[in-house]
């Protein structure tokens, strides 16, 4: 399917804002939104143009014509993707403000040190907007209203950004809360917050209005607020009967539906209170979640299964699965270090490993290919792989010398077979041309799983949560070749990623397929997105024997010949 006029011109547009966020010669800047207004504005389908009738175009030169052809052939363009990879990609999403524009980005960025949505609503109501020069406290104001109106926009929020609004709020209530909805249930995107304390309501109230930038509902048993365009659901109980409140406000809906049914059959009713027995004013009241369990004859359900996806018969019968823990997790398998795109050194990436409690890291740089900024070749990744030896005589955790090599839009790698051969392990993905048809993209996939040096497909579907959607793709052939080929799919734990999502990781686990967990780190605290990828592989009813992390680093290595 050919590319719009508007596709063509919002990505040259996207080019000329990254030119003048990092900062890039005005003259290419105003080209290249002029190109993009020219596009827009064109009688004809810019896809029937020759390269002559487009250089033709006034204000669109040699250089630009090519990128649109690039643009058109493949969905994006090299000097594009080059300069998403060079920018933070929180920057980017600045850009859908309103009132903000590139100039105001890099100002941010370079003054602030604001990288991100967070981090400018952060330095906003700290009040360090109004002190730049030219901004002052009415821009400050508009850069809130904007945050709130873009996030009403953008739907559901990713883990990380749920987390952090979750404990904001856990820290203004004055007594203990727990996080609850999808949540803790370890959903991939959330769409409100909702918690259970037990703190007194009249004081809790007062705390929260404050914070808030609207309460929607307030009361004895609840409150909801607005905070920064995100809801939040708290609700009030008492030590005696936080168990069935918990529960209730944990959900899943279709999973409280069904124990409902089955408190109905054995003659009870539950709510959120408790249970009452039929024909009787008696109540029972529980103080945890266990003791309600118990009480309709089942094993616990972990948060993680409550979908009603067959976890209630299972735990009727007694028979729930034993799920992956954390605990279980020998090393992460998706690493960028200062040799690509990432900012740690090798030596700081094994500290951090040890930290962690890892016996090893799998180190994932990008190799050379279109659209990625210092990606490696084989020579470079050979200087590498010494590096990581002379690290590895002195730290005791592992670094593996791993690659993320990319698939190429016809399937083949940007690596010879010789330099993959060469690696420990090797990830290969998706980083360009992903408009391709379902057909098209499935096909280059199972080429790249086809290829015997290739152990992991990385982040599969190379969504991006609120940015980019999932490649077409058919995700069953694509899970039949992994079977077939032996190997692993990454569980891609990166908060904006999440991919793959646990309905395909628990296909892929029923086919005998094994899963890979990597944080996709590039700066140290995204480490600890390992427990968002652990939640996805336990709602994907994954067990530690499906997880390459669980292995021994020499299992690990076994796997190549
Ligand atoms: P979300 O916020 O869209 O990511 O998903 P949840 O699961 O957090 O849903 P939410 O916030 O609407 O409600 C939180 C929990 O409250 C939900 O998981 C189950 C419970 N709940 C909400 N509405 C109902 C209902 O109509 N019936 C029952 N049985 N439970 C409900
Ligand atoms: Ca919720
Ligand atoms: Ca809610
Ligand atoms: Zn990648």
């Known amino acids: 399917m050919a590319m719009s006029n508007r596709q063509v011109a919002l990505i040259l547009g996207e080019i000329g804002a990254l030119l003048e966020i990092q900062g890039e010669n005005p003259f290419r800047v105003r080209a290249y939104a002029r190109a993009a207004d ?10 029937t143009l020759s390269r002559e009738d487009l250089e033709a175009i006034p204000g669109i030169g040699e250089a630009i014509a090519g990128k649109i052809q690039e643009i058109m052939n493949t969905g994006t363009c090299a000097e594009l993707e080059r300069l998403r990879t060079a920018t933070p990609s929180g920057l980017i999403q600045l850009l859908d403000l309103t009132g903000v524009g590139p100039k ?34 009415k821009k400050e104001g508009e850069i809130l209203r904007a945050i709130a109106e873009a996030r009403q926009r953008a739907g559901r929020m990713n883990r990380a ?54 309460v929607i509902d307030e009361g004895e048993r609840k409150i909801s607020v607005m905070i920064g365009g995100r809801r939040a659901d708290i609700r009030y109980t008492t030590p005696g009967e936080c168990g069935a409140m918990l529960l209730y406000l944990t959900g899943s809906q279709a999973f409280n539906i069904r124990l409902r049914e089955i408190a109905g059959r054995c003659g009870m009713r539950l709510n959120e209170y408790g249970l009452t027995v039929r ?27 409550r979908e009603d996806r067959g976890e209630i018969e299972k735990a009727l019968e007694g028979h729930l699965p034993a799920l992956l823990t954390r605990e279980e997790i020998r090393g992460d398998l998706h690493v960028h270090s200062e040799w690509s795109d990432g900012v740690l050194s090798l030596r700081e990436i094994a500290a951090e490993g040890e930290r962690m409690g890892y016996e ?31 690290v590895n005589r002195t730290a005791s955790c592992t670094l593996l010398a791993g690659v993320e090599a990319d698939i190429l839009p016809d399937g083949r790698l940007s690596l010879p077979d010789a330099a993959l051969e060469a690696c420990d392990l090797v990830i290969a993905s998706v980083h360009s041309a992903f408009r391709q048809d379902g057909d098209t993209m499935t096909r280059r996939l199972i080429a790249a799983l086809e290829n015997e040096h290739v152990d992991i497909l990385g982040h599969p579907t190379a969504r991006l949560i609120g940015h980019r959607p999932p490649v077409a793709l ?61 939640a996805l592989a336990r709602r994907g009813w994954c067990g530690s024997g499906d997880l390459l992390n669980t292995r021994t680093a020499d299992t690990l290595l076994e796997r190549r010949p």
């Open 38 to 47: 020219q596009i827009d504005r064109l009688a004809h389908p810019v896809s």
């Open 104 to 137: 105001t980005v890099r100002k941010l960025w370079m003054d602030l040190g604001v990288d991100g949505i967070d981090a400018l609503e952060a330095a906003a109501r700290n009040r360090r907007i109004r002190a730049l020069k030219g901004f002052g406290a």
């Open 161 to 214: 950004e749920a987390e952090r609004l979750a404990s904001t709020l856990i820290a203004a209530i004055p007594g203990e809360a727990w996080v609850a909805g999808s949540l803790r249930r370890g959903r991939s995107t959330i769409g409100d917050i909702d918690i259970v304390t037990t703190a007194p309501p009249g004081e809790t109230n007062l705390a929260l209005r404050r914070m808030a930038d609207a």
């Open 279 to 305: 024909d009787s004013s008696a109540r029972l009241v529980f103080a945890t979640e266990e003791e309600v369990f118990a009480a309709l004859g089942m094993s616990p359900v972990p948060p993680e299964l």
């Open 360 to 390: 090893y890291i799998l180190v994932t740089d990008h190799a050379a290919g279109i659209g990625i900024a210092h990606g490696l070749d084989a020579e470079r990744l050979e200087k590498q792989r010494q590096e990581i030896r002379v």
């Open 474 to 534: 058919d995700i069953a052939r694509v899970i039949e070749a992994a079977a077939e080929t032996e190997t692993a799919l990454e569980i891609n734990a990166s908060p904006v990623r999440m991919d793959l999502d646990d309905i395909y990781i628990r296909q892929a686990k029923e086919r005998g397929v094994t899963l890979a967990i990597g944080t996709d780190t590039h700066h140290r605290p995204e480490f600890a997105h390992m427990r968002y990828g652990v």
